[in-house]
């Protein structure tokens, strides 16, 4: 069964860096390409950015470009999202998700979510 | 790049069926989509693939109730017998070689 486990979402000043860490287990975390997905209070879903099966694409939204960094560490199974230079426009909860391929695919499994607030 | 259209909501009787649409821009009309469903306060779940000829594939566990179904730009989602917890948030998502899209997400009431 397939588990998506966030972490690492808190209360930060703007201008201030954040981690995100997504455990995984359940699939052979080092075949699949990763999302990050966030959603601000009240909004819709909005990609962040993608990672494949053995990091050779990595590619960020743009309004996140120049900030977020997608990696993943492919031995202990976990995707991660450095964020420096946080935004209040940043405020949302941010969702992994397992791509459905190696490559570039669609969401096929969520995670539950972790939140991020960015005020002073 | 692709952009995608959906309603902001939608509302249907208990036990009855309705249709969620989400329309591809031109230029991407044969675009795969793939269908999500957030219930309040929930992660979103995978539903289905959906590929402009009509072909879907649904995730675990989906329901039986739950089909899809393409026209030209369109794509949609039916769901059948309506239950309760079928009242949630649709979105329909597509990617570009680089870029992934989200529709604006329907709102769907089971009255």
């Known amino acids: 069964q397939v588990h998506l486990v966030e972490s690492g979402g808190g209360v930060v000043h703007p201008g201030g860096s954040l981690r995100l860490s997504c455990a995984t287990s359940?699939?052979?975390?080092?075949?699949?390409?990763m999302h990050w997905v966030r959603q601000a209070p009240g909004k819709g879903l909005e990609w962040v950015a993608f990672?494949?099966?053995?990091?050779?694409?990595?590619y960020h939204a743009d309004s996140v470009k120049g900030r977020f960094i997608i990696s993943r560490d492919n031995s202990k199974n976990t995707l991660y999202l450095q964020m420096n230079s946080l935004r209040a426009e940043d405020t949302a909860v941010y969702y992994c998700g397992k791509s459905c391929s190696s490559g570039s695919c669609y969401s096929d499994y969520w995670g539950q979510g972790t939140l991020v607030t960015v005020s002073s | 790049q692709p952009v995608l259209t959906q309603s902001s909501s939608a509302s249907a009787s208990l036990g009855s069926s309705v249709k969620l649409t989400c329309t591809l821009n031109s230029g991407h009309s044969d675009y795969i989509i793939a269908w999500h469903q957030q219930q309040p306060g929930k992660a979103p779940r995978y539903l289905m693939k959906?590929?402009?000829?009509?072909?879907?594939n649904k995730g675990s566990g989906v329901p039986d109730r739950f089909s899809g179904s393409s026209f030209g730009a369109d794509r949609y989602l039916t769901i059948s017998n309506l239950q309760s917890e079928d009242e949630a948030d649709y979105y329909c998502e597509t990617w570009d070689s680089n870029n992934w899209v989200f529709g604006g997400g329907t709102k769907l009431t089971v009255l």
């Open positions: 959906l590929e402009g000829n009509g072909n879907y």
């Open positions: 359940g699939f052979t975390f080092g075949t699949y390409g």
């Open positions: 990672i494949a099966y053995d990091e050779s694409n990595k």
